[in-house]
């Protein structure tokens, strides 16, 4: 009972700390965790995790080191939808220095120190949180693997074969769906979506281990048949102690350790409207901050634990 206790306490910890993260937090984000700081100035020893009582879910705001063997407890890493922000206002700005626009104009000859954020610039190595599509536990082989899917890049309103990405922020604003009787006596169904979402793009892609698979929800409907849509993933495989095991489906999570790249920040927008016989509204903006992969860390975002670390095929 008391085991079952601590891990429903602690997945209502994870809930809220995805709440806590989302777009109307900025004030809190802007703070920056003491632990945090402390661990990324130090040179990444961090000290291992432990039974007190959680710290406050806040968004790194140094440089993140690769060197360290624990993350803090609730790491939550750096805040996509600020860095985001600040590059293209970075962007802007010296496109109008240029007098040619924000549109695609990269920094040129910025130094690796060019403040972007305070306490973060340029050449800081950055690190973005992701949650894993799916997270499955096989209890044969007491080894848990996490799903996390690849996204599809837009450049100028078309797919960009030689890009892939990780959604981090998705930020629904309109999700409609009714039937109403036209003038003619007819039900016609409209259907209005608008969302927003920040993702990271990359173009290394290829340096990691990429798998198409399709998700395990989708094989269980289809009775364990390799059916339905296989999508390309990076799946983190590592062993688990079945007395574990249950709280980490909930907070295992995977951390994007990258470095900015050109163009560094774009912007696409999809709009399409319906007919008059299908009327509906699709409105998607999708923000994109452009690095290259440096690691994909698996670990446990309650206690910091890092379970695997996945370096490029050629580093």
Known sequence: METSTRILALSLLVGLCLMWCGPASVLAQRRGGRGSQSGAQSGGQQAGPGRGGLPSPEYD??????????????????????????????????????????????????????????????????????????????????TLEAYCELSPVLDQGTEDATSKGFMVVYAPQVDNRFTYTDDRGRQVEFEEKKFREWTVAFRNFRDFPVEKAVLP???????????????????????????????????????????????????????????????????????????????????????????????????
């Not at 903006?285 to 670990?299: A, D, N, T």
């Open 61 to 142: 705001q140094v440089p993140f080191s690769p060197a360290r063997e624990y993350l803090p407890r609730v790491y939550m890493g750096h805040n996509l939808q600020l860095v985001h922000s600040a590059m293209q206002s970075r962007l802007a700005e010296i496109g109008s220095r240029q007098g040619t626009g924000p549109e695609r104009q990269g920094p040129q000859g910025q130094p690796d120190d060019t403040p972007l954020l305070a306490g973060l610039g340029m050449g800081s190595i950055y690190a973005f949180q992701v949650k894993p599509a799916e997270i499955v536990y096989h209890k044969a082989e007491h």
């Open 217 to 315: 929800s989708v094989r269980q409907e289809s009775h364990g048949q390799e059916h339905g849509p296989a999508g390309e993933m990076i799946i983190g495989r590592f062993e688990v102690e079945p007395k574990a095991a249950e709280q980490l489906e909930e907070s295992t999570r995977l951390l994007v350790v990258c470095g900015l790249e050109k163009p560094f920040a774009t912007s696409e927008t999809i709009h399409l409207q319906g007919t008059p016989e299908k009327p509906r509204e699709y409105l998607a903006v999708h923000q994109y901050l452009h690095v290259r992969l440096l690691e994909l860390w698996f670990y446990d975002v309650v206690t910091g634990k890092i379970f695997i670390k996945i370096r490029p095929k050629h580093s």
